[in-house]
């Protein structure tokens, strides 16, 4: 097996080409509406999304996880993460978290070594625990906070940074660099990855309140990528001066 050296040159394009337009595409916004700049174009694709998903994808996850034992249904989703760690890895590095990139390729090479090519998670075992990085994040990181909403078909919520950033990421992808897997080989392993991705989201459609679906969705998503980027450290109200009276309760 053999890295695809031409190939891996032409999508370090890419990275250049989202590293230059980072610059003036920082701007400030007060709420996610303003962020939303093609709010009808998005609620289309936002509902053309809810009912592909309720009349095929939906039911196709389900079928799946019905017919897959449990233990199968998680090496799967190992298996994903495991090649998700290269992302975060190379992420990482590119926002100078060098322990992250560090405990990432231990979880790489333990789980590919000991967990049979990822199917078992191991690394955790061992503590070391994974945290998701990708190229949507290493721009924010970097100061591209605040980005347009976009609603993609069939890929739900993202922004112009993170679609940026899904693009980049095929770079870090190490199957498409494996010149003995085929073209179709790597199209059905995304196909599987997907469709593992929503089965395991089946448990949480309750948790979408409210009357407006997509305000929340679009609220959620720009939330948990807030997160993700400060790695974890958010604006907590709760921790105002005017709650220090109740530290007692």
């Known amino acids: 097996m053999f890295i ?19 610059h003036g595409s920082v701007f400030a916004a007060e709420t996610y509406e303003e962020l ?39 090496g799967v989703t190992n298996f994903f993460n495991n090649l998700d760690d290269v992302e975060t890895f190379a992420n990482s590095l590119l926002q100078a978290k060098f322990h992250n990139a560090i405990v990432s390729l231990n979880r790489v090479i333990y789980n590919t070594i000991f967990g049979l090519g990822g199917f078992f998670d191991v690394a955790t075992s061992f503590g070391l625990i994974s945290s998701e990085e990708d190229f949507g994040q290493t721009l924010g990181y970097w100061g591209y906070e605040n980005s347009t909403y976009l609603m ?20 870090f992808e190490p199957l498409q660099y494996v010149d003995d897997i085929h073209d179709d080989t790597i199209y059905l392993a995304t196909g ?17 309140f409210g009357s407006d679906r997509y305000s929340f969705i679009r609220s959620a998503y720009y939330q948990n990528r807030d997160f993700l980027i400060n790695d974890g450290v958010v604006d907590d109200p709760f921790s105002d001066d005017e709650y220090e009276d109740y530290d007692d309760f």
């Open 152 to 171: 993609l078909p069939f890929l739900g919520p993202s922004t112009v940074r993170d679609l940026s950033g899904r693009l980049v990421d095929r770079t």
């Open 36 to 74: 939303d700049y093609f709010e009808p174009v998005n609620r289309a694709i936002f509902e053309f999304n809810d009912q592909a998903d309720q009349y095929v994808l939906k039911p196709v996850a389900k079928a799946y996880k019905f017919v897959t034992p449990p233990i199968v249904n998680k």
């Open 192 to 208: 599987l990855n997907l469709l593992d991705k929503r089965a395991d989201l089946l448990g949480a459609e309750n948790l979408l």
């Open 4 to 22: 695809n050296l031409p190939k891996f040159k032409t999508h370090l394009i890419l990275i250049v080409l989202s590293l230059v337009s980072l």
